[in-house]
């Protein structure tokens, strides 16, 4: 069965404190993975495309890498508006569209 | 590029009413997905549509739930005979046409059964 799990559930960060956010997978045949960042009451926002694994991308504190089995999200420096539930999502079908399998999310929060 | 529009953002209704939500998606996306959202957890997948055509359906759409997107511009998605379990977020994506392309979310139309 096609499952994406995200690992931990929720995070507290001190402002400055470096870690990183697990997302693990099991979808045959994985054809990219997405990471979004969510805040409440709105909806997802697209952050990365992973292609392959040994993959990564960046934008400003966040880097986003890929292996054959998890992808990572890490998140270096926080600052309080990096808090937000981050999701990760594999697409799925076969018939030339990407239906999207998320995780729950993690749900970071970064204090000063 | 104006982002995908969802509106009502907000409805609150009677259990046992109808109700219908619409999906302004990216214009140039032929492609657009509803999703439901509870809390807690990840968006699910509830129906896609290639231009006007719905392509595809989950079990969680059940007969009481209908989608539509004439001329493949703007969809709605009307939920008849709502019940307590129904209350959700309810998401609408657009993505170009391509392999791999990323979905671009609304801001979710949050229902609230009485």
């Known amino acids: 069965e096609d499952q994406v799990t995200q690992s931990p559930e929720a995070l507290r960060l001190q402002e400055g404190e470096s870690s990183s956010l697990n997302c693990s997978y099991t979808?045959?045949?994985?054809?990219?993975l997405f990471w979004y960042r969510q805040d409440p009451g709105k909806g997802p926002e697209f952050l990365f495309t992973l292609y392959s694994a040994g993959e990564e991308k960046e934008k400003e504190r966040l880097k986003a890498t890929l292996t054959k089995k998890e992808s990572f999200l890490h998140i270096t420096a926080p600052k309080p508006e990096d808090s937000a539930t981050y999701l990760c999502?594999?697409?799925?079908?076969?018939?030339?569209?990407?239906?999207?399998?998320f995780g729950a999310g993690t749900r970071l929060a970064v204090h000063p | 590029d104006t982002g995908v529009s969802q509106n009502p953002r907000h409805k609150i209704t009677k259990r046992g009413q109808n109700v219908t939500f619409r999906c302004d998606p990216i214009s140039e996306h032929n492609r657009l997905y509803w999703y439901r959202q509870t809390l807690g957890q990840g968006p699910e997948f509830l129906t896609y549509f290639q231009n006007e055509a719905q392509l595809e359906k989950s079990r969680l759409l059940s007969d009481r739930f209908s989608a539509e997107r004439p001329k493949g511009s703007f969809s709605t998605l009307e939920i008849q005979r709502t019940e307590q379990g129904d209350s959700a977020m309810y998401l609408c994506?657009?993505?170009?046409?391509?392999?791999?392309?990323?979905?671009?979310f609304g801001d979710g139309t949050r229902l609230s059964i009485l």
């Open positions: 999502a594999a697409p799925l079908g076969s018939g030339g569209y990407n239906k999207l399998i």
């Open positions: 979808v045959s045949g994985l054809r990219g």
């Open positions: 994506a657009s993505s170009a046409t391509g392999s791999i392309e990323p979905q671009h």
